[in-house]
């Protein structure tokens, strides 16, 4: 599904965030990406969807390589690729319908078609029946779920999170996780990069570890 060969990034300034870092994640496969603070992992999942460019190496999405994608194909990349953030990213003065709507009213899709597919997603987050609610007025968990069903809305086939649960306490940060894990049962290929070690070890996926820019460990799973 995504492959990393020898992947190397230097930002301006001469600093190297990744050194030849190596990995293929396979289609349907959930792993975690860890490391300290500055390790790198931000800088990976931006060049997995093609918002920064590799300095050396090469990335392959789907068969294809898009280390050199050009700028009017990035659209067709992102479409496939649901991205939640930790600060969840809500526009604070629409509804969650309109939040969720998002990726549907950029890829055109007509209004009729769109309620039925939020309320769809919504449903699979748990959070149908505040369809109509302003962000304000849901907790951090169900704003991250908000976010998550505007990930997913438009059915990507790999979903990236950069720290989901980092504004989350434990207990919904694990319920946050467990919906991560119910969109892998369903097909979908999962990364998501967390500092949270006691999640990582409650929840059996395979761990990537970066350290300083490098790729040390790729745990697999136990199972
Ligand atoms: N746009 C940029 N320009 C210059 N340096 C950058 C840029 N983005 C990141 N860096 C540097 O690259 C290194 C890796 O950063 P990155 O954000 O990928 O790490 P991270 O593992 O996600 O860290 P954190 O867990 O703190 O978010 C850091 O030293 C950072 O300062």
């Given at each position: ?10 930002y ?30 931000s ?49 604070n ?71 989901p ?43 990537l ?13 136990t199972?």
């Amino acid at each position: 599904m995504i492959r990393f060969s020898q992947v190397s990034k230097v930002y301006p300034g001469r600093h190297q965030a990744l050194q030849k870092v190596d990995f293929e994640l396979k289609q349907g496969e959930m792993a975690f990406l860890t490391g300290h603070s500055g390790a790198g992992k931000s800088t990976l999942l931006r060049l997995a969807m093609a918002m920064e460019r590799v300095s050396a190496g090469q990335i392959e999405f789907a068969g294809k390589d898009i280390t050199r994608l050009a700028a009017h194909r990035i659209p067709f990349l992102r479409r496939q690729i649901g991205i939640v953030f930790q600060d969840y990213k809500l526009l604070n003065d629409r509804s969650v319908l309109d939040n969720v709507a998002l990726p549907l009213v950029i890829e055109g899709y007509a209004f009729r078609d769109i309620k039925p597919r939020v309320l769809a997603a919504l449903d699979k987050v748990g959070l149908r029946d505040k369809y109509q609610c302003l962000p304000a007025m849901l907790s951090g968990g169900e704003q991250q779920r908000v976010g998550i069903a505007r990930a997913v809305v438009n059915k990507p086939t790999l979903l990236i999170a950069d720290e989901p649960t980092g504004n989350l306490d434990p207990q919904l940060s694990e319920e946050i996780l467990k919906i991560f894990s119910e969109f892998n049962h369903n097909g979908v290929t999962v990364l998501v990069a967390t500092h949270d070690l006691g999640l990582i070890s409650r929840m059996n996926y395979r761990t990537l570890t970066l350290h300083e820019g490098r790729l040390v460990d790729s745990q697999e799973q136990t199972l």
